[in-house]
């Protein structure tokens, strides 16, 4: 156990991961929500634990088991992702947004499960907190990386992303007929202010490792 802490690029490493869809109840017995495995946030908290880091994962519902050293926070609503990410920031010195939040959740969700009725049922939407650009503006913000799922130009989507809110780095993936959801592989690209890099197709556990190790020297060049 000591070793995994001194040893590798983020030895010691305080490294905070969101992974996983959010749920937003509509009723008792159903939600809105976003599609996502899990799988490449999980590969990354599995990458970064390797890498000696200390791993703080929040994760939405998946069906996916704890990678061994991490410890894992279960949350389902955006708004319970948000407040265990905020509960922990100011202790991390790396944050990686991995997690498909929900954009919005329903206004006033029904507290008895909805009776079919209506032809047309309209629900009411509210904005979600936007967690990865509110940790980016925090002064005392940990090394920030958010994720971006595109379709069209990934690119040029990815690099406003990067800079509307302010991040240290962003993985962007072209999702583009459903590539990148439940699949084993994928493929990255990888921006930075003032540079960025291509991480071609390959299993999400060596992508993960990959982003890992870019993360390590990119806060090395920055030095922190
Ligand atoms: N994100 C977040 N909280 C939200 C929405 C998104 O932390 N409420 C994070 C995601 O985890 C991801 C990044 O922001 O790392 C980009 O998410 P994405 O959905 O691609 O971008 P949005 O800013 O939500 O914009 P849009 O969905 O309109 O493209
Ligand atoms: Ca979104």
Same mark, same amino acid.
């Given at each position: 156990?000591?070793?995994?802490?001194? *040893?590798?690029?983020? +030895? =010691?490493?305080?490294? !905070?991961?969101?992974?996983?869809?959010? #749920?937003?109840?509509?009723?008792?017995?159903?939600?809105?929500?976003?599609?996502?495995?899990?799988?490449?946030?999980?590969?990354?908290?599995?990458?970064?634990?390797?890498?000696?880091?200390?791993?703080?994962?929040?994760?939405?519902?998946?069906?996916?088991?704890?990678?061994?050293?991490?410890?894992?926070?279960?949350?389902?609503?955006?708004?319970?992702?948000?407040?265990?990410?905020?509960?922990?920031?100011?202790?991390? @010195?790396?944050?990686?947004?991995?997690?498909?939040?929900?954009?919005?959740?329903?206004?006033?969700?029904?507290? @008895?499960?909805?009776?079919?009725?209506? *032809?047309?049922?309209?629900?009411?939407?509210? #904005?979600?907190?936007?967690?990865?650009?509110?940790? +980016?503006?925090?002064? *005392?913000?940990?090394?920030?990386?958010?994720?971006?799922?595109?379709?069209?130009? !990934?690119?040029?989507?990815?690099?406003?992303?990067?800079?509307?809110?302010?991040?240290?780095?962003?993985? $962007?993936? *072209?999702?583009?007929?459903? #590539?990148?959801?439940?699949?084993?592989?994928?493929?990255? @690209?990888?921006?930075?202010?003032? =540079? =960025?890099?291509?991480?071609?197709?390959?299993?999400?556990? $060596? !992508?993960? #490792?990959?982003?890992? $190790? !870019?993360?390590?020297?990119?806060?090395? +060049?920055? =030095?922190?």
């Amino acid at each position: 156990l000591r070793e995994r802490f001194t *040893d590798g690029p983020l +030895a =010691g490493r305080r490294v !905070l991961i969101t992974a996983g869809p959010t #749920r937003e109840p509509v009723d008792p017995v159903r939600f809105v929500g976003n599609r996502s495995s899990g799988r490449m946030g999980y590969a990354v908290a599995a990458a970064a634990a390797a890498a000696g880091a200390r791993v703080c994962l929040v994760s939405g519902p998946v069906a996916l088991p704890s990678p061994p050293g991490v410890e894992r926070v279960a949350v389902e609503t955006a708004l319970e992702m948000h407040a265990a990410v905020m509960e922990r920031v100011a202790q991390a @010195e790396v944050f990686i947004s991995t997690a498909a939040v929900a954009d919005y959740r329903v206004a006033e969700p029904a507290l @008895e499960k909805i009776k079919k009725r209506a *032809d047309i049922l309209e629900l009411r939407l509210v #904005r979600n907190p936007d967690i990865l650009a509110e940790v +980016a503006a925090r002064p *005392d913000a940990p090394f920030t990386v958010g994720f971006a799922a595109e379709t069209g130009d !990934l690119e040029r989507h990815a690099r406003a992303k990067l800079e509307a809110k302010g991040l240290d780095m962003i993985a $962007a993936n *072209d999702v583009s007929a459903g #590539r990148g959801f439940d699949a084993e592989e994928n493929a990255l @690209e990888v921006l930075w202010p003032g =540079g =960025g890099t291509s991480l071609g197709r390959q299993p999400k556990t $060596a !992508l993960a #490792r990959a982003l890992v $190790a !870019l993360v390590a020297r990119r806060m090395e +060049a920055a =030095g922190r």
